[in-house]
């Protein structure tokens, strides 16, 4: 047990480097000067070229890639050229309030599609199944960040029930939100859950109804045993790969929610990378994605544990 | 004006009579309006920073520059009737010396102070320039450099004579430096010191001469200002009680925090909203300021725009009439460079219009029609400060000039990407095959509106003469409204500068912004002056 | 923006035993599935009419008509109603299909041949290969999909083409670690064993017993992504990323439509329901494929 999970762990640390390597070279891909955020339009080309020379983009890109890193190890992501804040500070606040939104949205998302797949693995076949998977169907089909504009214009101005935009007025963490911080955050997290809501539905619902249709448990049913026996193997069965999915949701919600934050001025990570994106500031750029990319490194690794940890029968066909 | 479909009136009775039943139930969780207080929505992404140099451009300027400090010379924004012109801040009074005219004497005024009390004098004058052209200075900040120190070109010592008197120094006569010396904000030094010597911290804690003072910052979400009320002037003490400013960069969001009651005050609504705003009791306001959305073109041997005839062609083509409609009304149609009643504007004899028939003309008489015809390519954007609704806007036009034979082709780029071409010149490598480039230009002082365009030294890389626009008699006309050192006399030959430029043709000019902002009926006070800027101290809320 | 199935892992089992006459089973198992029927119908309607739209639509999706901007649906001329720029929008929403079914099969189809490429080259081959095929693979897969599709968009730029590459490198992590478990399970299989102990090539199994047994499977995958597709071509688009204007593309009207939902809702929601309408039938087409393909021997 212990070998195999020090030998996932092994494993990932190529991955890590990787996903650095891909992380700086994709700024860099992009055309367009990295000083754009910071330097006025006008500015004349001998001030681009000091500045360039005070951020160090006139080194090579291998001495550049080596120095990020160096520092990044370090805990030093650089400073945003744009505000000129270190990019930690910047992203500490940034992904608080995503974490927040993420949690929010993964509660009602992975609450309501494990009900939902429930519901309609146990009604296999019936109208309540397909009611049910409907809207997990649905969850999966539709632009999210559509939704969270209809939603606002319902909500927001047609019924003044919710706010429109932002985060609550206080600025405050998870736990200490009051009425008008939930206020502001349920219409986002209702979009961010959409996703999650679908394919958890859709996953709980094939795994109740392949544990449900398992010859013994037919057999039990049958008999007329227990249904409480028959509850406890499906959940047995369905946990595992119910974990895994949720689990690696968390991490898209976490890493994907640019477009519901761009919708509703949600200052997370997304709305971060977004600004980042078109001012060009590319340490901020960097940070961003190397943080959200390394969480979802470790999140996969953890599922990954967890997952052969709990059903031995699974393997990942590494060939190894 | 244009012609409005009406919403799909079935649905919207189903809501709200739905809503008046739900609404009941519902709790009112939007974000309550608290009395005095004034919500603003910005089309910036973030903050713009509070150092005294903003970025984030003009609208920086205005609401985290104008607001927090002032500079020794403000802006008058008093008026929506006459053109906004300079006026005394920081600075009583300010003159060339008339036997030395690079040396400028600028008088302080007396008995103003820093928000963190510190006194305002010559040396909280010299340390804030000393931050821009002082490389040795401990408070130099090549960041702020690249935000604002291009606007004072000419200025190249700045030496206290006493407490309340300071002297600048230019490299060669330049009658200009007024207009400089508006850009740069007076920064508190003892408060940089207090912080630990670091902008980054006094972004966060700022503190100047201005109306407002900072109560409150959010990184990212919100800054909270409160009037200062021992303001020097007494005539602009704030009338509101609190000013929050919130970063909504995206225009739909805007218009939803404006019409749900979560901000009171939105810039640049989408003009296809401002009909439901409208109905929903908003106030719009709008009125000319000195924007102007052009073509840029290029003059060099290789482009078809380097005959006037082809120029001059083109600007007759545009139906401006209908880029007004198609923004709903919020633009005004160009008749130069500078709006009709600036002081600069002159009386050019050629006129904007729209004129086919003579269009088609002069593209004959230049060698191009039905046989050859004229084609070209544009660098245009998707967005931007002050590109107004770039897209719609150039497929408009691209239709005007094909109904006189022009096949007009759109190289689409993101904003910043076409800065980086505007700052390469028609010459770069990345402007091949590139006769214009689509950018809106900020007119608001004299090396903005002319002499950055026109100058014949002034192109890439010194420069944004992009086209390479090069005409000894222009470059005399500059020199002399640059020696120009009053007032009258100034304008006067401004007001032959614009006169060529818009004979000759030097741009193709569209439209003028209007900069439209909607309101809640519940904002009073507010004046739209013909500024990029806008004074926010008479501003109060009631109800 | 998540994917749906990209970390399920759920192709479809390989058979255990090679089946006499399993696609005539599948087939017929589709054909008696009505919900399969109709999507395929209308997904195929859709098609042809993004193809045959130069046929189909009453206008020039591109010509404007500054007084008739925002018509609602009815209105004289224009079926569907009019944009922002009054184009009518039935035509940009047929000539919208062509960009937008594109912009959801290229990328799949792109990565479905590489991605499988790489994925059963890597099980098949085994060993240092493998490593170092999935290793490299799953480098890329480290990234939350919407995440490296905006991070490739955003540096590369806006355009067809880009958006296009930018989704292909998405989407070939998922179908290569796919490609690569099924063709493991495959490769130890009994029937494979016996081949290789009868002294069969590599080549001959690889093609003979293999690449039957994996290529329907993974096929079946990839349809399932072509309705994440879509959707996430349509969020770049959104975010100024993927397809530029005046080009018409579903994802895109969303966008420019959005100003109009106060002013004329309907036509504002239309591109947004022809995305779904889409994205509905891909899914539940995949859904009955995976259905009928999952015949236990």
Known sequence: MLALIIRRFVYTLPIAIGVTVVCFSLVHLAPGDPLNAVVGPDAPADVVETLKRAYGFDKPLPVQYAKWLYRALHGDLGRSIATGRPVMHEMSHAIGNSVALAVVAAVIGFGFGCLFGAIAGYAQGGFVDKVASFFGLLGVSLPHYWLGMVLVILFSVELGALPAIGIGPEGAAVWAWKKADWAHAILPAITLAVIPLGIVTRTVRAAVAEALNQEFVQALRAKGLQSRAVLRHVAKNVAPVCLAVMGIQFGYMLGGSILVETVFAWPGTGFLMNDAIFRRDIPLLQGVILVLAMFFVALNLVVDVLQTVIDPRIRRGSGG | MVVRTVACPSRREVLVGGSALVSLSLPRLAEAQTPGVLRIGMTAADIPQMTGSPDNGFEGYRFTGYTIFDALINWDLSSADKASDIVPGLAESWAADPSDKTKWIFKLRRGVSFHDGSPFNADAVVWNYDKLINKDAPQFDARQVGLVGFRIPSIKTVRKVDDYTVAFGTGTPDAFVPYQVVYILMASPKQWETVGKDWAKFHEQPSGTGPFKVDKYVQRQRVELIPHKTYWDKKRVPKTERIVLLPLPEANSRTSALLSGQVDWIEQPLPDTVPQLKSAGMQIFSNGYPHVWPYHPSVLDNSPLRDIRVRKALNLAIDREGIVALMGGLALPARGHVLPDNPWFGKPTFELKHDPEQAKKLLAAAGYGPANPLKLKFAISASGSGQMLPLPMNEYIQQNLADIGVHLEFDVTEWQALLDRWRAGAKGDVNKGISAVNISYATQDPYSAFARFMRSTFHAPVGVNWGFYNDPEMDKLLDAAQLAFERTARDAALARVHEKMVNDAVMIWVVHDVGPRAMSAKVKGFVQAKNWFQDLTPVSMVG | ?297
């Not at chain 3, 912009?103 to 990565?111: C, K, N, S």
């Open chain 3, 1 to 297: 923006m998540t994917s749906p199935a990209l970390d399920l892992g759920t192709a479809p089992a390989p058979l255990a035993h090679p089946v006499h006459g399993y696609r005539a089973r599948v087939l017929r198992q589709l054909s008696r599935d009505p919900i399969t029927i109709i999507c395929a119908t209308v997904l195929i309607a859709i098609f042809l009419s993004a193809i045959f739209a130069n046929h189909l639509a009453p206008v020039d999706p591109y010509k404007t008509s500054m007084i008739n901007r925002l018509k609602p649906v009815g209105y004289h001329g224009y079926w569907l109603g009019s944009d922002e720029l009054g184009r009518d929008l039935m035509s940009r929403l047929l000539y919208g299909g062509r960009l937008s079914l594109l912009m959801g099969v290229a990328p799949v189809a792109a990565a479905l041949l590489i991605g499988a490429l790489l994925g059963v080259v890597a099980g098949f081959v085994g060993g240092a290969v493998n490593t170092l095929i999935m290793r490299t693979v799953d480098v890329f897969y480290a990234f939350p999909s919407v995440l490296l599709a905006i991070a490739i968009s955003g540096s590369l730029g806006a355009g067809v083409t880009n958006a296009i590459l930018s989704l292909t490198i998405v989407f070939i992590p998922p179908i290569a670690r796919v490609s690569e478990s099924v063709t493991t399970g495959v490769r130890n299989l009994d029937y494979v064993d016996a081949a290789r102990a009868s002294g069969a090539g590599a080549w001959s199994i690889m093609r003979v017993h293999v690449l039957r047994n994996v290529l329907e499977p993974i096929f079946v995958y990839a349809t399932s992504l072509i309705s994440v597709s879509i959707i996430l071509a349509s969020g770049l688009s959104f975010l100024g990323l993927g397809i530029v204007p005046p080009n018409p593309e579903w994802g895109l009207m969303l966008n420019t439509l959005r100003p109009a939902i106060y002013i004329n809702p309907l036509v504002a929601a239309l591109p947004g329901g022809a995305i779904l309408v889409t994205s509905i039938c891909f899914n539940l087409l995949t859904d009955g494929l995976r259905q009928a393909m999952d015949i236990r021997a």
